[in-house]
């Protein structure tokens, strides 16, 4: 094998792939290398740790076919270490077929790398004609984004440990909750051969995923999904990302958005940065290891919202301007951990938001408001804490 590149090329291409790369010590070591195949597309790079595969092809002036294995993050610390416009020859010796030679200018590095033929390669699924849909890339990574604003990783209950995809007729809704807040964003299917189903993408796919579909370049594009029973592949311009899908039944979420009759409902109406601001300051007396001190108490009460928190460390009140709609006689004292709320606002691209509760003690839906109407392509759930 012998190549040519461009070390921002170079680079690039490795920061795509490194997200599959542990940056723990891998239980094998061929996990650390980034498998390297010069062909005559250019250079391809792929990356795995049995969960995700990550793979990428970068424009290289090849002069000789081959593969080889190399250090994932030796390669990165060597092409960061090269002045901006270098360029790098790369090339396997003729008497070692795991010894690498780097060339840029002056610098030169030899580095040992293992057999292409001992690296882990997810077998693809068989071919579903049915499981197949195309979305643009800007509706793909924004409600990618805005699901993974409350996503967990590292939930005891495994399949809440990522983002639910669901196809139902032509939205696409990915959604994420851990039990306490939910948030579910919706966006249209530009083509598909599926209908409806429902497939939970692991927390490094959705972060893998986001990474490949923020590279430069890539608005105008579109996203291709393949999703089976195990897996889920993702197809953006040069790059393939395969996911194992996590097992599991996530939870009901339409049984989780709260529908109360008009004359139950308690509405505050409020803009965003407003909120935001409230929260942000009564929020600086909560505790979080404490319960009963983890929350900040919102009330709505005549013209506005009245917010307060207190804790071992202090006290704080605060109260902002909102247009109340509310029973007669009806007082409501909602509880909501800060870091949530701060959470489902940072999803909602309104400039007001429609805050829905019924009581204390009933969860709370999140939704933006544009010319008074309340949107439902993202929405919000927050379960009250007890006060």
Known sequence: MECKIDRSALLAGLGIIAEAISSRRAHLPILEHTCITASDTGLTLMATDTEIELRTTVTADVRKLGSITMPCQKILGICRSLPSGAALDIRLTDTNKEQITLKSGRSRFVVHGLDPEDFPVRSADAADDDHHLTVPIPALRSVLEKARQIMPQSHEIAYLNGV?????????????????VMIRATTRIQKSRV??????LPAKGVRALLKILATDGTDEGVARLTLSANAATVVVGPTTLRAQL????FPDTERLIPRYAPTQRITMDVGKIDLQGLIERVGLMTV??????????????????????GSQEGEAVDFIDANITMPAGVTCEFGAKPAYCTAILAALDTERVQITVRDGESAGLFQGLHEGA??????????PVRL
């Not at 639910?164 to 306490?180: F, M, Q, R, S, W």
Request: charged share 20%; glycine share 12%.
């Open 195 to 200: 209908t409806s189903g429902e497939w939970i």
């Open 246 to 249: 996590i097992n599991g039944r």
């Open 164 to 180: 639910l995809l669901k196809v139902n007729g032509a939205d696409l809704i990915a959604i994420a909750t851990n039990g306490h």
């Open 288 to 309: 979080v290891d404490e319960p009963r001190a983890s929350a900040v108490a919102l009330t709505p009460e005549g013209d506005g919202i009245r917010a307060r928190s």
């Open 374 to 383: 309340a949107q439902e392509d993202v929405v919000g759930v927050l379960m």
